[in-house]
């Protein structure tokens, strides 16, 4: 086994942000990307400055160095049957070592782990490989992926993670099938308010991180639905001293980004607070930021769903028609309500994610005395007449292929960025 390093900043209790020592690590799946279609410091009073060179970095990481030899044995040397999801970063293995030593183990045994192995042609390529050591080596967070190691090697770069066997939020919302069955309300609720603790987390006093790309396909899920922020390639440090935004190249995904930060490249906290409103929609709607297949007007989920989330007795028109009658009808009110205000255009009106998770944990197993109401029958042809337009259309997928087969699916990357 390769070196492992010491002990790792880690948050106190989930809902907090304060840190103590501590000895785990974390997981993230790339997606670094510029803006696509689907950097890296801790700063803290607490925290020494953080490492400019490569070399600093590794050394202060307090994760596992594995060789290359390790993990191909691990993967039973990258099998193809044991890819988790491929993108611009390359692709995820299945493999497995033994818990205590963390040498490779027999397939079955031991700990299940996911192998992100880069492709050498990647757009994101060693910066971000570099990014995600540096901060998941150094936070530790029920609500972020646990990295556990690394490998460089010559050309190879690998990250080695704790396995998510429920894969990614996109999937449970968006892919139709056997293997993905359509998330219940409370367990909408439930992934959102650990998604935001992950958020409310990062940007705490003692962490000052934005993430920078929150999307459906970075919440990855436990064996419980615990939601897991994965994928830190695009993060960058929160400003410091007096000043009220990091200006940086414009990078994301589309239909998540906050319209200031697009306009200007200036990156705050309340840019992650808009693409969480972003999602949350599509928690509640159970459609993507951005389809291209829906009718016209409907493309951008934001746009379209923005008027119905203003009048509480047209939010039930934009709610998942699977959720059927699960959801009380002042829940589903409050929960677009906060969706409304993490979408506000001015960041200043947006709240701030410890805010967000309090009205999440108010909404948890939420009950009333009415229940979600029964769509008319026209609505309900016109929403049949939807999906079965977007599933054929997803049917088509490389994505639904993966599902037939079973397949735990990963964030799958793009690497074209859009600004320059």
């Known amino acids: 086994m390769g070196n492992c390093f010491g002990a790792k900043i880690k948050a106190e209790s989930p809902s907090h942000s304060a840190f103590t020592s501590g000895t785990n690590s974390k997981y993230g799946s790339k997606n670094g990307n510029g803006l696509s279609s689907s950097s890296s410091r801790v700063s803290a009073a607490s925290v020494p400055p953080t490492p400019r060179t490569q070399g600093e970095i590794l050394q202060s990481s307090n994760v596992c160095s594995f060789t290359f030899h390790e993990l191909r044995t691990a993967t039973r040397n990258f099998r193809p049957d044991s890819v988790l999801g491929e993108g611009g970063f390359g692709s995820v293995f299945k493999g497995w070592i033994e818990e205590h030593t963390f040498v490779p183990a027999k397939p079955g045994t031991g700990m299940v782990i996911a192998v992100k192995k880069l492709n050498q042609e990647s757009y994101q390529g060693h910066r971000e490989w570099l990014a995600e050591v540096n901060y998941l080596g150094q936070l530790s967070h029920p609500n972020l992926v646990k990295l556990i190691g690394y490998c460089l090697e010559d050309e190879q770069r690998l990250l080695v993670y704790e396995f998510m066997p429920r894969g990614s939020l996109e999937n449970h919302l968006f892919r139709r099938g056997s293997y993905f069955q359509p998330l219940s309300w409370n367990l909408r609720m439930k992934v959102a308010l650990g998604a935001a603790k992950g958020l409310a987390f990062l940007h705490s006093d003692k962490a000052k991180v934005i993430y920078r790309d929150f999307k459906t396909s970075n919440v990855l899920l ?114 677009a309500s906060l969706a409304l205000q993490c979408l506000s255009m001015e960041a200043r009106y947006r709240p701030t994610m410890n805010q967000v998770v309090s009205v999440l944990e108010q909404l948890q197993d939420f009950k009333d005395a009415s229940t979600g109401p029964v769509p008319s029958p026209a609505a309900k042809k016109t929403d049949r007449s939807l999906d079965s337009s977007s599933r054929r259309s997803r049917g088509r997928s490389l994505e639904e292929a993966a599902s037939v087969n079973g397949k735990v699916a990963y964030p799958r990357p793009t690497a074209s960025p859009l600004y320059g």
């Open 222 to 335: 436990d064996s419980s639905y615990n939601a897991k922020l994965s994928d830190f390639g695009l993060a960058k440090d929160g400003p410091t001293g007096d000043k009220s935004h990091v200006s940086t190249r414009v990078m994301g995904t589309y239909g998540y980004a906050a319209p200031e930060y697009l306009a200007t490249g200036h990156l705050t906290t309340k840019s992650d607070v808009y693409s969480f409103g972003v999602v949350l929609v599509e928690m509640l709607s159970g459609r993507r930021a951005l389809d291209k297949n829906r009718p016209s007007g409907q493309h951008c989920l934001v746009e379209w769903a923005r008027p119905y989330l203003t009048h509480k007795r047209k939010i039930f028109r934009i709610l998942d028609t699977r959720l059927g009658t699960q959801y009380s009808i002042s829940g589903a009110q409050k929960a």
